[in-house]
């Protein structure tokens, strides 16, 4: 696994080049993954802001 700074500098490339929308959001989700669903505390707030973002995305 890449360590965090790693991470953070790979989705920042990743969302500099992509052009659309729906793949920032993505690479977002997956960072979030990767840098905080370690455990299950962690892992049960990520998935709340995973199901916030998307309702908000709906709307």
Do not use: C, G, P
């Amino acid at each position: 696994m890449l360590n965090r700074i790693e991470e953070i500098k790979n989705y920042r490339k990743l969302v500099l080049a992509a052009n659309k929308e729906s793949i920032k959001k993505e690479a977002f989700k997956d960072l979030l993954n990767r840098l905080l669903a370690h455990n299950s505390e962690t892992k049960n707030v990520v998935d709340v802001i995973q199901t916030s973002f998307n309702f908000l995305t709906q709307l």
